[in-house]
């Protein structure tokens, strides 16, 4: 962890999906009232269209056209603007999770699991509303109390039903009952939510579950992981997932990941590359390492080729170019700002 909490954060609401629009995976983007968007695009240019999806035996995972990286990056093409608009395609082009808040979420769910079953592939979901979320930081909020968060969750699994999904649940909820930030009291109730949610979703025939576990420079040894997960029902889950909304190496990841697994029987794990292609910021600790640093860049493609057979997929969870809250300038946790997704995207390989 860096100083006294991680205070990772991470956009908790996303944008319906139209659930057609992934259908053929060619939709022209219509572009929003900007200085850019109003000019004439250059005499010849193509029009934007919205990425294709990857191909399935590489990535099954949804291709959202309505992504905001996607619609922008046809707002910039629009204006003239294409080697910016490249630049975003380089996000837009990639499977990223969608968020699922507080507001409608079996009307999410099931826009975002309709969209990835017209286009043969699955959604990747991330449910983030634990009750006293974030213990007051830049993404705090999550559900009033127990019962409002198991009514939650009952909406949102409906949503998703029958069809595909992978479900990062609840990231921070427990890393930060072991790094003290989240309050004693608290404890209990966290643990039997987790393992309410943990076994609900596996009553759903082909929805996969990652407990969140924090990252390599969080709780360390990962010995202390152990334990909590238990707590929460990682025997019934598919797996942990590591790194959400970090910047640690992938070889870090798969290393504490290891020795994760072998504690917890051999339980397999993901791991979000989002932002990791640079690592995380040397010498920097606290705020300067976790939120908005500098000269990071877009990490491994998502996939399910991991070459490791105990890693299940390379994810991105985090939706590169989302702030992690208002520090360096930047705008509300979850909030675009396309600077940084440009940065992010400029530095990748």
């Not at 259908?23 to 005499?43: E, F, H, I, T, Y």
């Not at 629009?78 to 969608?98: F, M, Y």
């Not at 991330?126 to 006293?132: E, K």
């Amino acid at each position: 962890m860096y100083g006294s909490y991680t205070g990772r954060t991470r956009g908790a609401r996303a944008a319906l999906a139209v659930a057609g629009a992934a259908a053929g995976g060619l939709l022209v983007l219509a572009g929003c009232s900007s200085s850019s968007s109003s000019a004439a695009p250059p005499k010849g240019a193509p029009p934007p269209q919205a990425p294709a999806q990857q191909p399935k035996a590489r990535a099954p995972f949804w291709v959202n056209p309505e992504s905001t990286a996607a619609k922008r990056s046809g707002e910039l093409r629009k204006g003239g603007k294409s080697g910016k608009a490249e630049l975003l395609r380089k996000i837009a082009a990639q499977p990223v999770a969608e968020w699922i808040g507080p507001d409608d979420p079996e009307g999410q769910t099931r826009g975002y699991t309709e969209a990835a079953a017209k286009a043969d592939r699955v959604a990747v979901l991330v449910l983030y509303n634990i009750p006293h979320r974030d213990c007051g930081q830049y993404s705090q909020g999550g559900a009033s109390d127990g019962n409002a968060y198991r009514q939650w969750l009952d909406q949102a699994a409906r949503g998703i039903g029958d069809r595909g999904a992978t479900v990062i649940l609840e990231p921070d909820a427990l890393p930060h009952i072991e790094d003290g930030c989240t309050p004693q009291q608290f404890h209990e109730e966290r643990f039997a939510l987790l393992k309410e949610a943990v076994d609900k979703l596996k009553q759903l025939p082909r929805t996969k579950v990652y407990l969140d576990a924090g990252n390599p420079s969080w709780v360390t040894p990962a010995d202390r992981m152990a334990g909590p997960l238990r707590r929460a029902g990682i025997e019934r889950a598919d797996g942990f997932a590591l790194n959400v909304s970090n910047f640690q190496t992938t070889r870090s990841n798969k290393e504490y990941g290891r020795r994760l697994s072998h504690l917890l029987d051999g339980k397999h794990f993901v791991i979000d590359t989002s932002r990791n292609g640079n690592g995380p910021l040397n010498g920097a600790d606290h705020e300067k390492a976790w939120c908005n640093p500098s000269g990071r860049a877009l990490g491994e493609p998502p996939t399910t080729r991991t070459g490791d057979r105990l890693v299940d997929a390379y994810l991105w969870v985090k939706r590169p170019g989302e702030s992690d809250g208002t520090c360096k300038g930047g705008p509300g946790a979850g909030q675009w700002w396309e600077s940084y997704a440009l940065d992010l995207a400029r530095n990748s390989r």
